[in-house]
C-alpha cells in the first residue's frame, strides 16, 4: 500500500479507494478490533467494506470467518458456534453474545448515485499491531461434512503467503491491471481475485453488472471497467463461451488473462473457445481445494503460452489440471490418489480431531499432506489429469459437496424413512438428485415439495438437490448400505420431469 498510495486499489460503481485511502481504513479497523481477536465473523457481500474487513482482521491478527446473509438463520448460527466466533465486523450476521465492531469511515451517496468514503479519522494514523506467527490462522472456510454439519478449515498465515506469491507470478500480475472480483465472498476463489492483486498494486474491481445474470450486461461492464483479468467458475466460463459462440461476439479487446476452475473444463466448449478470436487471451485451467488454499496445479489450455495440439479439442479428451506450482508438493498414492504437501497445506478442521487425522498427515521430514480424494494420472509431458473421485463427492456450481452431508438434513425430516442423494449432469451442469422413501402415512405426493422448502431453511441453495424423487424403495449394498449409484440407475427415469429450472452459474471455489 506504501508502494502506490495514489493508485486505485478498489473500484466500485465507478467509486474508487486508493491504497493510501484503503490502508487508512484498514488501520482504523484493526485498532478497533484490538490485538488477536480471535475468529471474526463478515458479512460476505461484494462491497468494498468485505474487502477493508478481510484486511483489517488480518492485520489486527485475527482469523476472517466470511458468513453469507443470505444463508438460514440456523446455517449462520451454526457456523459462528463450530468457531466459537465472538466478534463480527458490521450487524449482518451477527448473533446474540457476538460482538459487533462497525467498519471505519462512512458511507455518503453522491448525487448521481455512486458512494464516496470520507476519510477513516485520527485513528487510521495509528500502527498496526505486531505481525503474527506464521503458524497463526489467517481464515476459515466450511467445506461440506457427512455428519450434517460444515467442517471449518483452519488456513494458516504461512499458506497465504506462499500461495499469493505463487499467484503473482502465475498470473503475471502487474500495477496496471484491473481483476474483477467476482467470485462469492463465502469462498476460496475470492482470495486468489483479492491478494494477489492488492499486494501487486492492481486495481480491484467490484461491479453488480459482473452477478445480473446476463451476459450482454456481463461483457458490457468488463469493457467498460477495462478488466485484464478474469477469474471464472468453469461452468459459468462454459455458458460464455456458448453466448460467445451462438452470438458471434468477440471477447472485450481489454482481457489478456481468463482464469477458469472448480470442475473440469468441457472439451466441446475449448473447441468452440479455440475458434472465437481469442488467440491473444491466456486460457488458464486451475486445481485446488479449500484445505490446500487456493490454486495447487494449473495449465494453459489456450493462448500465447499454452502447448501447441496436433488436433482441436474433441469430446472425450480429459483436458488436464496442470502441473504444481513452485510452493507445491505433491505426490499420487497406489490407488492414484493425489496428495498435496507443502507450507499450503492447510492446520485442519476446526474441533474436529478425527476428520483432520483421516485427510492430514505428516512424514518423517515433517512435511504436512492432505489426501485430496481425487484419483489423478500424469502425461507424459507431466500434466495431471483428473480421472474421477475416490469417495461419493460431487462439485455443484464447482463447490466441493458430500452428498451424506444432504442425506443427514434430508433423514432429519419426520415424513422421510431413507434417502440416497448423488451427484448427476442435468441440462449439462452438475446438479446433486435425492431419492426419497416416505414413511408410512407421509403424503408421498407432497413430500418433494414439503423437503424443498424444509431444506431450504436449513442450508445454502447449493446443497438443495435440482430433483427431488419419492420412491418405493432404494438399491443397497451386499453389506446392506444405500447404494446411491445403483438407487440413481434404478430411479432416474422417475424424476426426468421434476427439478429446478435452468440458471446461470453462480460464482464457486475450487
Given amino acids: 500500500m506504501r508502494r502506490y498510495p495514489e493508485r486505485p486499489a478498489v473500484v466500485h460503481h465507478g467509486d474508487t479507494l486508493t491504497y493510501r485511502q484503503l490502508g487508512e481504513l484498514v488501520r482504523t479497523l484493526a485498532h478497533r478490533l484490538g490485538t488477536a481477536p480471535g475468529v471474526v465473523a463478515v458479512p460476505a457481500t461484494h462491497t468494498p467494506d468485505t474487502v477493508v474487513a478481510l484486511l483489517g482482521i488480518l492485520a489486527a491478527g485475527g482469523a476472517y470467518c466470511p458468513v453469507d446473509p443470505a444463508f438460514p438463520p440456523q446455517r449462520r448460527q451454526d457456523m459462528l458456534a463450530a468457531v466459537g466466533c465472538r466478534t463480527a465486523v458490521g450487524a449482518g450476521v451477527a448473533q446474540p453474545g457476538?460482538?459487533?465492531?462497525?467498519?471505519?469511515?462512512?458511507?455518503?451517496?453522491?448525487?448521481?448515485?455512486?458512494?464516496?468514503?470520507?476519510?477513516?479519522?485520527q485513528a487510521g494514523t495509528r500502527s498496526a499491531p505486531e505481525r503474527?506467527?506464521?503458524?497463526?490462522?489467517?481464515?476459515?472456510?466450511?467445506?461440506s461434512g457427512s455428519t450434517g454439519q460444515p467442517k471449518p478449515v483452519v488456513t494458516p498465515r504461512r499458506a497465504i503467503s506462499a500461495t499469493v506469491d505463487s499467484l503473482r507470478t502465475l498470473f503475471g500480475l502487474t500495477a496496471e491491471d484491473r481483476v474483477l472480483q467476482f467470485a462469492s465472498l463465502n469462498w476460496d476463489t475470492c482470495f486468489e481475485e483479492i491478494l494477489p492483486t492488492l499486494t501487486g498494486g492492481a486495481a480491484l474491481v467490484l461491479d453488480r453488472d459482473a452477478h445480473s445474470g446476463s451476459f450482454p450486461r456481463f461483457l458490457r461492464m468488463?469493457?467498460?471497467?477495462?478488466?485484464?483479468?478474469?477469474?471464472?467458475?468453469?461452468?459459468?466460463?462454459?455458458?460464455?463461451?456458448?453466448?460467445?459462440?451462438?452470438?458471434?461476439?468477440?471477447?472485450?479487446?481489454?482481457?489478456?488473462?481468463?482464469?477458469?476452475?472448480?470442475?473440469?473444463?468441457n472439451p466441446a466448449r475449448l473447441a468452440d473457445w479455440a475458434a472465437l478470436d481469442t488467440g491473444r487471451v491466456r486460457l488458464l485451467n486451475t486445481y485446488g481445494s479449500t484445505e490446500t488454499t487456493l490454486i495447487t496445479h494449473a495449465v494453459d489450455l489456450h493462448g500465447p503460452l499454452a502447448a501447441a495440439r496436433d488436433r482441436p479439442w474433441a469430446a472425450g479428451d480429459r483436458v488436464p489440471i496442470g502441473r504444481a506450482l513452485p510452493h507445491v508438493y505433491e505426490r499420487i498414492s497406489e490407488r492414484g490418489e493425489l496428495l498435496i504437501g507443502g507450507p499450503a497445506?492447510?492446520?485442519?478442521?476446526?474441533?474436529?480431531?478425527?476428520?483432520?487425522?483421516?485427510?492430514f498427515s505428516e512424514d518423517a521430514e515433517g512435511v504436512r499432506w492432505y489426501r485430496t480424494g481425487d484419483r489423478v494420472g500424469r502425461a507424459p509431458d507431466g500434466v495431471l489429469t483428473h480421472q474421477g473421485r475416490l469417495d461419493g463427492e460431487f462439485k455443484v456450481r464447482g463447490i466441493r459437496v458430500d452428498p451424506a452431508e444432504v442425506e443427514a438434513h434430508l433423514a432429519g425430516h419426520p415424513g422421510v424413512h431413507a434417502v440416497a442423494v448423488t451427484g448427476t449432469t442435468l441440462a449439462g451442469r452438475s446438479?446433486?438428485?435425492?431419492?426419497?422413501?416416505?414413511?408410512?402415512?407421509?403424503?408421498?405426493?407432497s413430500l418433494g415439495a414439503e423437503l424443498r422448502t424444509y431444506l431450504r431453511?436449513?442450508?445454502p441453495g447449493h446443497l438443495v438437490p435440482s430433483?427431488?424423487?419419492?420412491?418405493?424403495?432404494?438399491?443397497?449394498?451386499?453389506?446392506?448400505?444405500?447404494?446411491?449409484?445403483?438407487?440413481?440407475?434404478?430411479?432416474?427415469?422417475?424424476?426426468?420431469?421434476?427439478?429446478?429450472?435452468?440458471?446461470?452459474?453462480?460464482?464457486a471455489h475450487h
Fill in 98 to 121: 457476538v460482538r459487533v465492531v462497525e467498519l471505519p469511515g462512512t458511507t455518503i451517496e453522491t448525487q448521481d448515485g455512486t458512494q464516496d468514503r470520507t476519510q477513516a479519522g
Fill in 132 to 143: 503474527t506467527g506464521p503458524e497463526r490462522p489467517a481464515y476459515l472456510l466450511f467445506t
Fill in 222 to 265: 468488463v469493457e467498460r471497467e477495462r478488466i485484464g483479468v478474469l477469474d471464472l467458475p468453469t461452468a459459468f466460463w462454459h455458458e460464455l463461451v456458448l453466448h460467445l459462440a451462438e452470438e458471434g461476439l468477440a471477447l472485450p479487446e481489454c482481457v489478456r488473462l481468463l482464469v477458469i476452475g472448480g470442475e473440469a473444463a
Fill in 345 to 359: 497445506v492447510a492446520l485442519g478442521y476446526l474441533g474436529l480431531p478425527e476428520a483432520t487425522a483421516d485427510r
Fill in 431 to 445: 446438479a446433486l438428485v435425492a431419492y426419497v422413501v416416505p414413511r408410512a402415512g407421509a403424503a408421498a405426493g
Fill in 457 to 459: 431453511d436449513r442450508v
Fill in 467 to 507: 430433483r427431488i424423487t419419492v420412491v418405493p424403495e432404494l438399491v443397497l449394498t451386499a453389506s446392506g448400505k444405500v447404494d446411491r449409484a445403483g438407487s440413481h440407475r434404478l430411479h432416474s427415469a422417475r424424476g426426468a420431469g421434476e427439478g429446478a429450472g435452468a440458471q446461470l452459474p453462480e460464482p
